[in-house]
């Protein structure tokens, strides 16, 4: 028998995930279990505008924009939150970006934003 998720109740469960951890936030490496290590210097949170779960995956109607950056230094992953300031932790993952410079532009383009859970196959 396959291990893991039914398609339909992963995409019940990341719909209910980013309905409740909708803040996103920039780690320098990773955040830890409780999400609070290596938090970036640019510690604005950014609202994600998820898609409607499909496949087991859910993606970014909306690009998360971080203007004039705090400080000069790499992001390495993001955590999410419940609240656009403390609030509770709901996990975390790793982006791939550029090194940024302070006042620099930073974005998360549309759909680039993504989380699945895996499924039975």
Do not use: C
Not at 6 to 23: E, F, I, K, Q
Not at 60 to 71: D, R
């Amino acid at each position: 028998m396959a291990e893991g998720w039914s398609t339909a109740a992963a995409n019940t469960a990341l719909d209910a995930w980013a309905a409740a951890y909708p803040w996103a936030k920039l780690h320098t490496a990773a955040p830890g279990a409780a999400g609070t290590s290596a938090a970036a210097t640019e510690t604005t949170r950014k609202q994600v505008t998820p898609s409607s779960a499909t496949g087991a995956a859910i993606t970014s109607t909306n690009a998360l924009t971080w203007t004039s950056v705090a400080g000069t230094e790499d992001y390495t992953h993001i955590s999410q939150w419940s609240a656009s300031t403390a609030g509770n932790f709901g996990g975390s993952g790793t982006i791939t970006a550029n090194a940024v410079v302070a006042g620099d532009t930073f974005t998360i383009a549309i759909g680039d934003w993504d989380a699945s859970l895996p499924v039975t196959s």
